[in-house]
């Protein structure tokens, strides 16, 4: 995804009341800041050409990014920003796994375009993946299309089935996002749709975890500061 909807994600999913303004702004700041690393690809979910890669992604990207929030809610690492821009990253990578993956295509074949990927921030359940599920291949030592070929015709390299040029979802206008899918919305906007509801949903598993282990009065000093 572009930065401007990443953001636009972060708003729809936790600026109704969830906590204080600053909360969200050090979540949206760390979550823009992950484009700085294109080379990451656990903070995209990009270069993954199996179900066992793409786990390998969230096992090093945004599960790592969501126990680290969850650390430094403890009292005796307690730090509210470091916490909550850990978060930041592991939204942004839950956000491009619905943008970079074929997930949304394999179930939008089946009517199922808005079914959710069966992980969370602490648990992946790598069983109910399609098997031949990707996320395309991305390198910019090919360019800004990051995938070798010319003039639009991509040949990525053995394993993998797609470039990230050809099956990213990351602008309503351009690209695969602006392409329509068998229900007639755009690809573009069932991902936002599908990593806005997520990220929601990881913010609730953020809640529930500090809450259970911590203590209801430490989730809300991190929502909402002293």
């Known amino acids: 995804m572009n930065t401007r909807y990443h953001e636009m994600i972060a708003r729809a999913a936790l600026g109704d009341g969830l906590m204080s303004a600053t909360a969200l702004d050090w979540i949206i700041r760390a979550n823009l800041d992950s484009d700085l690393y294109q080379f990451s690809a656990e903070k995209h979910f990009d270069n993954a050409a199996n179900p066992q890669a793409l786990f390998k992604r969230w096992e090093k990207g ?83 299309d990051g995938c070798p070929g010319k003039s639009g015709s991509y040949n990525p390299p053995h394993p993998y089935r797609h470039c990230h040029a050809v099956i990213a979802k990351d602008y309503p206008d351009k690209g695969h996002g602006a392409e329509p899918a068998p229900d007639g919305r755009k690809y573009f906007e069932i991902a ?15 809640q529930t975890l500090i809450t259970e282990k911590i203590g209801l009065e430490a989730f809300q000093k991190l929502a909402w500061g002293q």
């Open 62 to 144: 945004l599960h790592t990014y969501f126990l680290q929030a969850i650390d430094a809610a403890a009292p005796e690492n307690y730090n509210r920003k470091r916490s909550l821009k850990a978060f930041g990253k592991a939204s942004h990578a839950q956000a491009d796994f619905y943008a970079h993956t074929d997930w949304i295509e394999m179930n939008a074949a089946n009517g199922e375009a808005d079914k959710l990927a069966p992980f969370t921030g602490s648990i992946f359940h790598i069983h109910l993946l399609p098997p031949d599920l990707s996320s395309g291949f991305f390198n910019l030592r090919y360019g800004l």
């Open 192 to 206: 936002m749709a599908s990593a806005t509801r997520t990220t929601r949903l990881l913010w609730e598993e953020y």
